[in-house]
């Protein structure tokens, strides 16, 4: 009630990618595409790990969290964006840019932490390959994954809600293609200090943590691996980092060049967040199912399964 009370704008327009008048058809239809692709990708491994019981590991385990983290965070902005390129439709409620707020910083967040949680999954099974299903239990791998969802959430709300307690009342137009605090504290009628304070910090140090504690436990990774004496134990031991550092260089990429880089024009801001939201979410369970052999199998498995179930029709 509170919000309510203080908040005269009850709507606002959000004004969409910047200069590409002209173009809405084209980036709509490769949006979309993006989009079905990143929905069906994340969709098929899930399907693939759930179905598979050699696949009931901790390593898949979390992918399983990665794949709904996925579809959720594509889900966050690209729908409204398609919207905005195909019929202009611009107006978002104050609940539905809260919302935009909330759960883009509580998913990309929750990725965050759930990178670091996979990155000390590798480190123990390539570390304590003796001890690893002793230390990732299954109650250790609830613990871990609900406590990257719950930290998530709670960083997102302390967020959320110092975004929207402050008065908006002059002009409604977000000029972003999504409401994110940034974009949105701009048209503040209070002062925006404290929010612009927080939010750059809390944002910057979640990621630099989990970045280091990632860098870390790949640290301790290389090192084994280098004392690894056959040369097939070192291969295999590398390609199972393979997939995660790569997902992991996607994802931080984007965060240090929007919050380190505050030299970035709009465009080249608004293009690398694009590639964040959209195309990194489409290309994680590519690089999973490619790099790997037990998720192809699963995959080839449930397909045949698929052709055999309509044959016996």
């Not at 250790?140 to 929207?164: E, K, M, Q």
């Not at 209070?190 to 939010?199: D, M, R, Y």
């Not at 990194?280 to 790997?292: A, E, K, Q, S, V």
Request: include cysteine; charge should be neutral; glycine fraction near 6%.
């Amino acid at each position: 009630m509170e919000i309510k009370n203080h908040t005269l704008v009850t709507e606002f327009i959000l004004l969409g990618i910047p200069h590409t008048e002209g173009q809405e058809t084209v980036l709509f239809v490769v949006f979309l595409t993006f989009y079905l692709c990143t929905l069906l990708g994340n969709l098929l491994i899930l399907v693939a790990v759930v179905s598979d019981t050699h696949l009931h590991t901790p390593m898949y385990f979390f992918l399983c969290n990665l794949s709904v983290l996925d579809i959720g965070f594509s889900s966050v902005s690209t729908p409204k964006m398609l919207a905005n390129l195909l019929v202009r439709s611009q107006v978002i409620s104050l609940g539905g840019c809260m919302s935009q707020v909330f759960f883009y910083h509580f998913l990309g967040s929750t990725e965050c932490f759930l990178y670091t949680v996979m990155a000390y999954d590798r480190f123990a099974a390539i570390c304590y390959p003796l001890h690893y299903t002793i230390i990732m239990n299954r109650r250790v791998c609830a613990l871990l994954a609900a406590g990257t969802w719950f930290t998530g959430s709670f960083h997102a709300t302390i967020l959320t809600t110092l975004t929207f307690q402050i008065p908006y009342c002059g002009s409604n137009e977000v000029d972003y293609f999504f409401c994110d605090i940034f974009p949105v504290v701009k048209l503040a009628c209070g002062n925006t200090l404290n929010i612009e304070k927080v939010s750059f910090t809390n944002i910057g140090l979640v990621s630099m943590i989990c970045f280091l504690l990632i860098l870390a436990s790949y640290i301790r990774i290389v090192i084994t691996i280098l004392k690894m004496r056959s040369a097939e134990g070192r291969r295999k031991a590398a390609s199972t980092c393979v997939s995660h550092l790569s997902v992991v260089m996607l994802f931080f990429g984007p965060c240090a060049l929007i919050y380190t880089q505050a030299s970035l024009g709009e465009v080249m801001v608004t293009l690398v967040q694009i590639f964040g939201n959209v195309v990194t979410p489409m290309l994680n369970p590519t690089i999973y199912t490619l790099r790997n052999k037990d998720v192809k199998g699963a995959l080839k498995k449930l397909a045949g399964g698929q052709f055999v179930s309509e044959g016996s029709h």
